[in-house]
């Protein structure tokens, strides 16, 4: 049975540092792995998507990079600002054929501090 | 472009009853899956849809079902709601086969069983 795992849960930081979250997953036969945010009482907002065979995306200041082998994954935030203040959750989804069916991290909380 | 809609937003029900809970994809998604996130579980899968067949199911009871209709549109129903029912359902559509299976979630239809 897959299972995923973020560390740390929670992390403070203050504006401007970069920062690194972890996400690890017991199988790496996986077929992608995605990454979201999300802000108290709302729901997922996608930050980036990475297939098995790609090694890392990015978009803006975020930069997620995957290593199937050692099942990890990392999404490294530069610049980080008070508005990156949100839970992060890492996803894998097991295979082509398992669908929308993702395993989903405990999540990292992160605030940012002015 | 419409994100994902979800209906209603907040809802308080009483053990014993039902609630149906809707879910409107973003045009031209055919899969809708759901998801329910509480505290102590996480974020777990429910079941997903695709052209309107059921294709996974989660380890949830039977009184959790749902239905897709042919527009896309996906409900799902809770029968003779407990206390533990209390959550966040959140709902994601994606393209369906044969894409790369990125995943969008709705704001959530958050559910308080008295």
């Known amino acids: 049975k897959q299972e995923v795992t973020q560390i740390p849960a929670a992390l403070s930081v203050p504006e401007g540092e970069n920062l690194v979250l972890n996400c690890s997953f017991t199988d790496s036969a996986i077929y992608n792995l995605q990454w979201f945010r999300q802000d108290p009482g709302k729901g997922l907002t996608s930050l980036l998507l990475i297939q098995s065979s790609q090694r890392e995306q990015t978009s803006g200041r975020l930069n997620a990079s995957l290593d199937k082998s050692s099942g990890r994954s990392t999404l490294y935030i530069a610049a980080s600002q008070p508005g990156d203040s949100a839970t992060y959750l890492c996803?894998?989804?097991?295979?082509?054929?398992?669908?929308?069916?993702?395993?989903f991290g405990e999540g990292t909380q992160l605030t940012v501090n002015p | 472009k419409a994100g994902v809609t979800q209906t209603p937003r907040y809802l308080i029900k009483t053990r014993g009853q039902q609630v149906t809970l809707s879910c409107s994809p973003i045009s031209g998604h055919r899969s809708v899956s759901w998801y329910q996130q509480t505290p102590g579980q996480g974020l777990q899968f429910l079941f997903e849809?695709?052209?309107?067949?059921?294709?996974n199911k989660g380890n949830f009871p039977g009184r959790f079902s749902g239905r897709q209709f042919s527009n896309s549109r996906s409900e799902m129903n809770v029968s003779t709601l407990e206390l533990g029912d209390s959550a966040l359902y959140l709902c994601?559509?994606?393209?369906?086969?044969?894409?790369?299976?990125?995943?969008?979630f709705g704001e959530g239809s958050r559910l308080t069983v008295l």
């Open positions: 996803a894998v989804r097991p295979g082509e054929t398992s669908g929308s069916r993702l395993t």
């Open positions: 994601a559509s994606s393209l369906g086969q044969g894409s790369i299976g990125e995943l969008f």
């Open positions: 849809y695709f052209s309107e067949t059921q294709r």
